[in-house]
């Protein structure tokens, strides 16, 4: 089935860095990447939606020039958190949507982020 | 807006059956899955049901749609240990505003103790 490869699995920065998450997909074709964050014991909260060769679309609330999104291939997506401060310590997770009407999304592993 | 909600918390004993409920708001909705959230991993689909179907049963797991009452519910028969994780319910709308984004519930922790 379709596979996506999320990296890192999790990172350790300092305050005031820029941490960048990547999302491949390994075998297909993704054009549109989903990007989520999950705060601890809560539900995914949609972030953004990236999308091949053309601008992300945010979900309102979210700062665009924080989380700077990028889908320069269509097998490849990234997130880069800007300036990271210790309140954008989450659970980041991708997820491709189906190629046919048949299949569920298919999810990244995820990436812990700690901002210490 | 789209709205899903789930019990937060379900306890049950090894060799029980589980059942996770989940309620929607968006009647426009027309794929609806269930996926299981293990600590500190992704998210893994465990089955999905079409709007226009009642029931889909897959090994243990059986999901029941109720489109009227906008319903939802994961049965898990003969619980086991490795069953302990978080369980989302999604929402999915082909065609309208929100086409081809997820709409997750809360979430369930399900809890399996021997």
């Known amino acids: 089935g379709a596979v996506v490869s999320q990296h890192p699995s999790w990172v350790i920065c300092k305050s005031g860095t820029s941490v960048k998450i990547e999302c491949r997909s390994l075998?297909?074709?993704?054009?549109?990447m989903f990007w989520y964050r999950q705060f601890p014991k809560q539900s995914l909260m949609l972030m953004a939606t990236s999308n091949e060769g053309s601008k992300a679309t945010y979900e309102q609330g979210v700062e665009k020039d924080k989380f700077l999104i990028n889908h320069a291939s269509l097998t490849l997506s990234t997130l880069t958190v800007t300036s990271a401060h210790p309140e954008d310590s989450s659970f980041y997770i991708c997820?491709?949507?189906?190629?046919?009407?048949?299949?569920?999304?298919?999810f990244g592993s995820g990436t812990r982020l700690t901002v210490v | 807006g789209e709205d899903v909600e789930q019990s937060l918390f379900l306890s049950v004993r090894e060799g029980d059956s589980s059942v996770i409920n989940c309620t929607y708001t968006d009647s426009s909705s027309t794929y609806l899955y269930w996926y299981k959230q293990e600590p500190g991993a992704g998210l893994q689909l465990l089955t999905y049901?079409?709007?226009?179907?009642d029931m889909k049963q897959d090994q243990r797991l059986t999901v029941l749609l109720n489109k009227k009452d906008k319903h939802l519910s994961l049965r898990i028969a003969d619980t086991q240990t490795g069953d302990s994780a978080i369980y989302f319910c999604a929402e999915r709308d082909i065609g309208g505003k929100n086409t081809d984004k997820l709409i997750f519930g809360t979430g369930t922790r399900l809890q399996v103790f021997p």
């Open positions: 075998d297909f074709q993704a054009t549109t």
């Open positions: 049901i079409f709007s226009n179907m």
């Open positions: 997820s491709a949507p189906p190629g046919g009407l048949d299949y569920g999304y298919t």
